[in-house]
């Protein structure tokens, strides 16, 4: 049974930075893209951030480009998703998520992924 566990989340100034981490269990995690999306209290989960199964392309949402990095190590069935210049509100649940064989184009569309984690907290403070 597949599994995903997401750790890394927590309290942080503005400014501040934090590593999530996702570990994937009970799937081929080399065939499966990785996508980041968050849900802030009160909105619609969002796109975040997303890497390619062969880990060589990413997409990011605008409103976290240039601040947020993802990256993969396969042999370690884990995602990476790290945040710097953490702002109020970047204040969300961050949920990783498997798809297996997304293209590039379609990392962003939530309804596409096979497996979810449960989330982690990140709180940004002003």
């Known amino acids: 049974q597949a599994q995903l566990v997401e750790s890394g989340g927590g309290l942080v100034q503005t400014g501040g930075s934090l590593r999530l981490s996702c570990a994937a269990s009970?799937?081929?995690?080399?065939?499966?893209?990785m996508g980041w999306f968050r849900q802030a209290p009160g909105k619609e989960r969002e796109f975040v951030a997303a890497?390619?199964?062969?880990?060589?392309?990413?997409i990011y949402a605008d409103s976290v480009k240039g601040r947020f990095t993802t990256s993969r190590d396969n042999a370690k069935n884990t995602v990476y998703l790290q945040m710097n210049s953490l702002k109020p509100e970047d204040t969300a649940v961050y949920y990783c998520?498997?798809?297996?064989?997304?293209?590039?184009?379609?990392?962003?569309?939530?309804?596409?992924?096979?497996?979810w984690g449960q989330g982690t907290q990140v709180t940004v403070s002003s």
């Open positions: 998520a498997a798809g297996q064989y997304l293209r590039w184009g379609d990392l962003p569309a939530n309804n596409l992924y096979n497996y």
């Open positions: 890497i390619t199964w062969r880990g060589i392309s990413t």
């Open positions: 009970g799937l081929a995690f080399s065939s499966y893209a």
